[in-house]
């Protein structure tokens, strides 16, 4: 009786097929073996198959009360239709037949029950077949279903691989929860939306334009950034003067539109023998839109209390080219305003009279100091300019090869003021600037990255990607308002101080083999190769901009005395330090990933690593899933990590003017195999080692709720950090002997400590159906951390002499208590018919900017919550206005104590990872096409 219940519906589907076609059966359908490129996530079998239908063409005729209860697998890449339906069904009881030409037919095996199945649920999924007139009814598809298990291919090598099946913890950023965060910048966007990542907003001198977001609290380039899995480059800005971020050239993510992403995948993990230096925290991988769809935005806004006026025009669109490519581009043009978030400057502008300046704790004041106009701080927001541009192509050029291209293009240009100087200063001429100046500092940034390759099947079980990646980041700096002091009234007052250049050249081989060894599922082999060539360059600037040009005054409050030399603000790069480096590095790797039986996985990594310039270095990394039952799993990961010194750590050699006890001096940085950095006691840089251990449970306990818990310990030897500033006697004279006569003190690199980073994530996420009142999506998700210093090298002997050291209180603070020790975010986005809401608040723990010397002059931020909301309503389908506010009510951090704050240039707490500009409210129309 089972067995004809089953040929009755095989009959029955044959019945519904016009007969034109049901002769056409016979032969072999062309359009089971015709590849597509397929793009099903996770969801209801039925709809899957719906999708898939609609996707290749074919018709698919299923009966409905044996599918409705089942889920589908994903499905992702160029195949065949009969492979992706094979994969479709894999673990299924059902069975494909294929009724007639472009028709195929699913039934349950004669051994299920079918007893109660009405001869009637029968659905097809269809899409118009050509040449056909005759059609047959389908039953409405339901609206797309959020899917909770997106696909990964971040950290792992397989490609079916889901968040909730993943080894190591993964957040996935998808193209509705970028739009509906209401930031604009990708850096923003990752800093808003998890827990784990802080961002820095703080950055003087050279350093402002870029700012860079630390990942488990460990610093930004120990973090590695992809972009459709190849490796993102990192910008040749090293920052000096950056709080928490000092000694970084990080991946400058603003350059990349964020509207040209598909989603983005953070794997909070340690992952350096996957995927090479730099991954000691985790990796984003940025995965840019493939699509043919069209979206459009505009968005205006400003500051609440002034100031800060944003704009942004994004336009992106996909196209059809060949036989099954496509072609994806975006445009993304911003404009930034400056803000002003200051206090009066309280310091002496003149010299009092008969005195030099500064003059004595007596004597007669300048009557001017009375009337003098003290509004001339302009710290805050900088101005910033910009247009990028990305792409994302591919073309298919034969059943087993796929040509690729894609990168990015821009340009930037950002201008800020600095720390203003005083009319009577040594550092000013009242011939120049009778009131004093502010140095305007301008960086040009001008990027690009292009990656391209060829990808393919050579069997069902063989796949490779043989690619190559080019990039160059070009900084270029100019300051307006400005002196050097030492060449007089004859000095410009405008000078182009110099340039930095980053070149990258990376190739990959990466082979994957599924291979039958006889457990539940094949053994996953991944092997591989990279070769990478890497430059830096400095371009001198000016010699009006460095040189000394030895002028002294005969009268007025300086008579006498050697003014300053250099530019102020950021002395020049000199032709002594210009150069160009480069080095080379070429790895290879073996990934292995395997259940051993349902609820049992396990993976295994390994990579070699040989540089040109400080030698070679292994990685391993072990991971394991067990998930005892339904709804519950264990993971954990055990691995080590490094990673490699940059060239701008190595060579950088430059000086800026920086607040030092509350005096603005020039200070160098001393390239380590510099002679003033070695009389200091540099050796040459090594690079750090991690060992990383996680274990974390997930958790399903209802269908649409989702909970992750990870602790972690990531443990860094040979840490590199920027020294202290080193003043003093000893670091004058050795600085004379090296020919640098400009600067009060100087810091180098080193790798003299080593750290221990403990910490627990949180995530959880819920779907709410509430009927008539529309769907929520509501998310809880936090992030603890604590680092400290395991070790600390003694201070080179020469130093200690004079009483330096060279990791102390304030390095330490900035990597111990610079960042949040604890974040908590709590979001729910609401959607019912045309109307949405988004309502974030995110309470930050306890930062504190720790002092180098004085304890009680350590500035703390208390603890804050900010509330993001959006407000979003669709005109009408694919029109949609938005209004929204980052920060809310406006809040801003702490105060500095009056000793810090420059002579009131920075007023509030620069370790904000909020900012210190508050309240930013705007407008945005999007389209979608």
């Not at 541009?389 to 600095?418: I, K, T």
């Not at 990531?714 to 500033?725: F, G, M």
């Not at 975010?825 to 309502?839: D, V």
């Amino acid at each position: 009786m089972r067995t004809i219940h089953a040929l009755a519906g095989l009959c029955l589907a044959s019945c519904l097929v016009p007969p034109s076609l049901a002769f056409a059966a016979a032969t072999q359908d062309a359009a089971l073996t015709q590849r597509h490129k397929f793009h099903i996530q996770v969801q209801p079998l039925s709809s899957a198959l719906r999708q898939l239908a609609t996707q290749s063409g074919v018709r698919i005729l299923f009966p409905y009360d044996e599918v409705a209860a089942l889920r589908s697998r994903p499905i992702q890449g160029w195949l065949s239709t009969g492979e992706a339906l094979d994969r479709l069904l894999a673990g299924t009881d059902l069975k494909m037949a294929q009724a007639s030409a472009g028709v195929i037919a699913l039934a349950a095996p004669p051994s299920r029950n079918v007893a109660r199945r009405s001869p009637v649920a029968v659905q097809y999924a269809q899409v118009s077949v050509a040449g056909s007139s005759d059609s047959v009814a389908m039953a409405p598809a339901p609206e797309p279903i959020a899917d909770s298990t997106p696909i990964i291919v971040t950290g792992t090598r397989a490609t079916t691989r889901t968040v909730a099946d993943s080894l190591a913890p993964i957040d996935v950023l998808g193209a509705k929860d970028l739009e509906a965060s209401g930031k604009q910048s990708v850096r923003d966007l990752l800093g808003t939306l998890v827990p784990s990542i802080n961002v820095s907003n703080s950055g003087a001198g050279a350093s402002f334009a870029v700012k860079t977001l630390s990942l488990r609290g460990l610093a930004g380039d120990q973090l590695l950034v992809l972009v459709n899995g190849k490796r993102r480059h990192n910008t040749a800005t090293l920052f000096i003067n950056g709080t928490t971020q000092n000694g970084q050239s990080p991946p400058d993510l603003d350059l990349i539109p964020s509207s040209s992403i598909e989603r983005i995948e953070v794997l909070r993990d340690g992952a350096s023998a996957q995927y090479g230096s730099d991954a000691i925290a985790g990796v984003v991988n940025i995965i840019l839109k493939s699509d043919t769809n069209g979206s459009a935005s505009l968005m205006g806004g400003g500051m609440a209390d002034g100031g800060g006026e944003q704009g942004r025009m994004q336009v992106s669109k996909g196209f059809g080219i060949g036989d099954g490519g496509h072609v994806h581009m975006t445009l993304d043009a911003f404009l930034q305003g400056r803000t002003y978030r200051s206090a009066p400057n309280p310091g002496q502008f003149y010299a009092k009279v008969g005195s030099l300046y500064p003059g004595p704790a007596t004597g007669i004041a300048d009557p001017r100091e009375l009337t003098v106009d003290r509004n001339v701080n302009k710290g805050g927001q900088p101005q910033v300019s910009g247009i990028n541009f990305a792409y994302d192509a591919a073309l298919p050029v034969s059943d087993m090869a796929e040509l690729y291209l894609f990168g990015s293009a821009s340009r930037r240009h950002s201008d800020a003021w600095l720390t203003y100087r005083f009319p009577d200063a040594s550092n000013n001429m009242p011939e120049l600037f009778p009131n004093g100046y502010s140095p305007h500092l301008h960086i040009y940034d001008e990027d690009f990255q292009v990656s391209g390759g060829v990808r393919g099947d050579l069997s069902d079980t063989f796949h490779y990607d043989l690619s190559s990646s080019f990039s160059r980041n070009w900084v270029k700096y100019r300051e307006s308002s400005v002196i050097n002091a030492s060449l007089g009234p004859a000095s410009p007052t405008d000078m182009y101080v110099g340039s930095v250049t980053g070149k990258e050249w990376t190739s990959n081989l990466d082979l994957q083999k599924s291979l039958e060894v006889g457990l539940v599922e094949p053994l996953l082999i991944a092997v591989g190769a990279e070769y990478r060539w890497n430059s830096y360059a400095i371009g001198a600037g000016d010699p009006e901009s460095y040189i000394d040009g030895g002028y002294r005054s005969t009268t007025g409050p300086n008579a006498g005395i050697l003014r300053t030399s250099g530019s102020q603000g950021v002395t020049g790069f000199p032709d002594t330090a210009a150069g160009e480096w480069s080095r080379n590095n070429w790895s290879a790797y073996l990934n292995l990933e395997q259940k051993i039986m349902d609820g049992l996985e396990i993976a295994l990594a390994g990579r070699h690593e040989d540089y040109s310039d400080f030698g070679t270095t292994d990685t391993g990394k072990a991971s394991i899933r067990i998930a005892p039952v339904d709804g519950i799993a264990i993971r954990g990961t055990a691995s080590t990590g490094f990673r490699a010194p940059t060239l701008q750590q190595q060579h950088y050699s430059s000086a800026s003017t920086i607040n030092v006890g509350g005096v603005l001096l020039p200070v160098s940085a001393l390239p380590v195999d510099s002679s003033a950095a070695i009389a200091l006691g540099a050796t040459p840089l090594k690079a750090e080692k991690s060992t990383n251990f996680s274990a974390g449970i997930v958790l399903t306990p209802l269908p649409r709720l989702n909970i992750t818990v990870d602790a972690y310990q990531i443990k860094i030897k040979d840490r590199i950090l920027l020294s202290e500033t080193l003043q003093g006697t000893l670091v004058r004279s050795v600085l004379a002997a090296a020919g640098i006569t400009s600067s009060a003190g100087g810091f180098y690199f080193s790798n003299a400590a080593d750290t221990r980073t403990r910490g627990l994530d949180i995530v959880s996420t819920y779907r709410a159906d509430l009927g008539e009142m529309g769907s929520a999506t509501v998310s809880l998700s936090a992030n603890f951390n604590k680092t400290i210093f395991t070790h600390v090298d003694a201070v080179p002997d020469v130093l200690a002499s004079s009483g330096l050291v060279l990791i102390g209180r304030s390095k330490q603070g900035d990597f111990t208590k610079g960042t949040p020790r604890d974040k908590q975010i709590a979001n729910i986005l609401w959607n019912k018919g045309p109307a949405s809401l988004n309502l974030r608040a995110t309470r930050y723990g306890t930062i504190t900017q720790v002092h180098p010397t004085t304890p009680s002059l350590d500035a703390k931020i208390d603890p804050k919550v900010i509330l993001d909301l959006e407000l979003g309503f669709e005109l009408r389908k694919g029109i949609k206005l938005s209004a929204g506010a980052n920060n809310l009510l406006n809040s801003y951090p702490n105060k500095l104590p009056a000793a810090l704050q420059g002579n009131g240039f920075s007023l509030y707490n620069q370790y904000s990872p909020y900012g210190t500009s508050g309240g930013f409210y705007y407008g945005r129309l999007s389209l979608e096409f």
